[in-house]
């Protein structure tokens, strides 16, 4: 089994700052991480993933992850924010090589400031 | 990826009542999903539905109260029954479109019973 901790449930931030969400995860297994973005009224889209080769993954809109085994954490980054960044962030992890049910943390919400 | 259409997108229900909600893939998946996400929490899966078979139900949901129909690769429907205020919530579509790879979500349907 695994599990997710996304240790901020909210994070304020103001527009041009860099921000870090923060998600470790514990699992006996290989795993797969994601980061999924909710925007309000929407559902989940996918943000970025790790599946394998290289730790460091990035997204088409300025977002980064990185999977660090040792301390067993995906954590996401971006530089610069913007407002359009608020959303709710969740972090995911699964067992790899097969169809697995991922499981979800509780959710970062990022809230960007003018 | 694939696109995933969900009906209604929101709908405001009397206690007793029920409602199904649709998800249509523009592709044909195996695996099917229907998760639950209350306010500001994180998402629950309720069930598994795979074509050809009964849906698998995730520990605290039953078939009685979410009956699910997967008649075809494409097509899905979750019912909720009986509905009562604790019943308000987003309700998820999900497919997996490739065995191993992140789920795609619908945007949802927001429900609340009265």
């Known amino acids: 089994a695994q599990s997710v901790t996304q240790l901020d449930s909210q994070v304020p931030v103001f527009e041009e700052a860099p921000v870090e969400l923060r998600c470790n995860y514990s699992?006996?297994?290989?795993?797969?991480l994601f980061w999924y973005v909710q925007y309000p009224n929407q559902g989940l889209q996918l943000l970025l993933k790790?599946?394998?080769?290289?730790?460091l993954v990035e997204s088409i809109n300025g977002f980064e992850a990185e999977f660090n085994k040792s301390q067993t954490s995906f954590h996401l980054r971006k530089p610069s924010v913007h407002i359009s960044d608020t959303a709710e962030y969740f972090c995911?992890?699964?067992?790899?090589?097969?169809?697995?049910?991922?499981?979800f943390g509780r959710g970062t919400s990022l809230i960007v400031h003018p | 990826s694939a696109v995933i259409s969900q009906k209604p997108s929101r709908d405001i229900c009397q206690r007793g009542t029920s409602l199904t909600i649709q998800c249509q893939v523009d592709?044909?998946?195996?695996?099917m999903f229907w998760y639950r996400q209350q306010p500001g929490q994180s998402l629950t899966l309720i069930a598994t539905?795979?074509?050809?078979?009964?849906?698998?139900?995730e520990s605290g949901f039953v078939i009685d109260k979410f009956p699910i129909s997967r008649p075809n690769l494409t097509f899905s429907t979750l019912t909720v029954s009986n509905m009562s205020p604790e019943d308000s919530s987003i309700y998820l579509c999900?497919?997996?479109?490739?065995?191993?790879?992140?789920?795609?979500f619908g945007d949802g349907t927001r429900l609340s019973i009265l």
């Open positions: 999900s497919v997996e479109v490739q065995e191993g790879q992140p789920q795609h």
């Open positions: 699992s006996s297994v290989s795993v797969y």
């Open positions: 790790y599946l394998s080769g290289s730790t």
């Open positions: 995911a992890v699964k067992q790899s090589g097969g169809s697995y049910i991922p499981t």
């Open positions: 592709s044909q998946v195996t695996m």
């Open positions: 539905a795979n074509q050809g078979s009964e849906a698998t139900y």
